[in-house]
């Protein structure tokens, strides 16, 4: 029962080494400089947005609009740069209150009006995919993506390195993940992300009001998916009515792994940066090893499942210890108050 145990808890880290070796050894171009350099590009890209999430679901929400929004956000970048000639200093902060409208629209969906966070996000994915779908007919784009950038500045934004060494994107990344990381373990907003997670109905009884702080969620969701689209934009220098297509899914797989559970109030963002290696890995190694994209999907859909299926095991292995109880909720109270209860100034 102990090495049962010790593999339940330290499965994504036995999965993610087994994963890697196996592509190290079905292809030679795999463990190059090159490639592990490209792979953090795209995994720091795709680690942005699963920070993002990560907070949504400690939340006890989901958020599936994220693929989306950082399609139409590269998409805002190339037409806006490439085929407007509009400068991209401009742009990125166009961006990034793209990400922030979209985020906060899904967030009083939620908060607000009550639909369900899944419901709302899917709403916004159908909207936002349908704009891909009318952007790719259109003259701009195929302007756009028949152009290639010359600016290196432009190009440093996706495609440079700190040092000559490390990508801008995985710094990035890094600084994202130390701010969520203090904000989570040492602020009041921490303490009420994951006591509202754990037991909604407690804090709701408690007293404290959470649609200010379910809605800045949702829009910091909606900013790091922006972040991450003017990444890619930068590095692909195009982009098509497929891009992000399917994303969200990978997202959920990489956090629900990472130990964020489904049900709220439980996760971290150390287990989460594991699943975005496992993801990435996963994703850069069928790539380099020229598996079939049906094949691809099929394997995604697998890790979907097994995620699921790990996320009802451990939760079952704690004894539903994962939620708060009203205790736990009361010590947390007088930080929590301040932030959220009416009347009150923090």
Known sequence: MQILRFGIRNQLLLILLGVFLYFHFASPFFATGFNLIT???????????????????????????????????????????????????????????????????????????????FIATLGTLIILRGLMQWAASTEWMREANSVFSTDAAFQFIGGGDVGGVVPLSVVLLAILFAAVLFVLRYTRIGTAIYAFGGNFQAATRAGIRIKLLEVGVFAFSGVCAALAGVLLASRLDSVTYQTGQYLEFQVLIAVILGGTSIAGGVGTIWGTILGISLIAILNNGMVMTATDRDVQDIVVALFLLFALFSDRLTYRLRGGSGTWKMADIGQAMAWIRQLTVRGDRS
Do not use: Q
């Open 39 to 117: 792979l953090g590009r795209e995994g720091a890209e795709f680690g942005l947005i699963c920070i993002g999430v990560t907070l949504v679901m400690i939340l006890g929400r989901l958020d599936i609009s994220v693929g989306s929004v950082m399609a139409v956000s590269a998409l805002i970048m190339i037409i806006g740069y490439k085929t407007l000639e509009i400068h991209w200093g401009y742009l990125i902060p166009i961006c990034l209150l793209f990400g922030l409208l979209i985020g906060t629209i899904n967030g009083l969906l939620t908060a607000i009006i009550g639909v369900p966070s």
